[in-house]
C-alpha cells in the first residue's frame, strides 16, 4: 500500500500563488508516477499534472500550461505543484495520486493510490 498526505490548500486571491505538497509513504517503491487532479463542485475529476519519478518527465492540462509546475524531491517522496496567477476557475479540491504505471498518466483510473484532497479556494 502506499499513503499520500496532501497539504498547502487555502484561500487566495485571483492572481495569487499556492504550493501544494503531497508526501507519499509505505510501498512508495512500487510507484513510478504521481499525478495532481483537482474536482469542483458538480465536476468529474480532472487531470491537472503528473511527473515521473525517474527522469521526471511531467505533463500538464491545456488549462494549467504555463500557471502550474508540478516537481519532485526524491529524497523526502515529495511531489510538490506550485500554482501561480491563480483563477476562480482553479478552485476545487486537489488530489493528490499515485501509479505504478507509465503511460496513460492523465487518466484518472490508472491511479490505485490517492490522498483525501486538499481545498483551493481562488476568490475573484
Known amino acids: 500500500q502506499v499513503q499520500l498526505v496532501e497539504s498547502g490548500g487555502g484561500l487566495v486571491q485571483a492572481g495569487g500563488s499556492l504550493r501544494l505538497s503531497c508526501v507519499a509513504s509505505?510501498?512508495?517503491?512500487?510507484?513510478?508516477?504521481m499525478g495532481w487532479f483537482r474536482q469542483a463542485p458538480g465536476k468529474e475529476r480532472e487531470f491537472v499534472a503528473s511527473?515521473?519519478?525517474?527522469?521526471?518527465?511531467?505533463y500538464y492540462a491545456d488549462s494549467v500550461k504555463g500557471r502550474f509546475t508540478i516537481s519532485r524531491d526524491d529524497a523526502k517522496n515529495t511531489v510538490y505543484l506550485q500554482m501561480n496567477s491563480l483563477k476562480p476557475e482553479d478552485t476545487a479540491v486537489y488530489y493528490c495520486?499515485?501509479?505504478?504505471?507509465?503511460?496513460?498518466?492523465?487518466?484518472?483510473?490508472?491511479?490505485?493510490?490517492w490522498g483525501q484532497g486538499t481545498q483551493v479556494t481562488v476568490s475573484s
Open positions: 511527473i515521473n519519478w525517474s527522469g521526471g518527465n511531467t
Open positions: 495520486a499515485a501509479t505504478s504505471r507509465v503511460v496513460g498518466l492523465k487518466s484518472r483510473s490508472m491511479y490505485p493510490y
Open positions: 509505505g510501498r512508495t517503491f512500487s510507484t513510478n508516477a
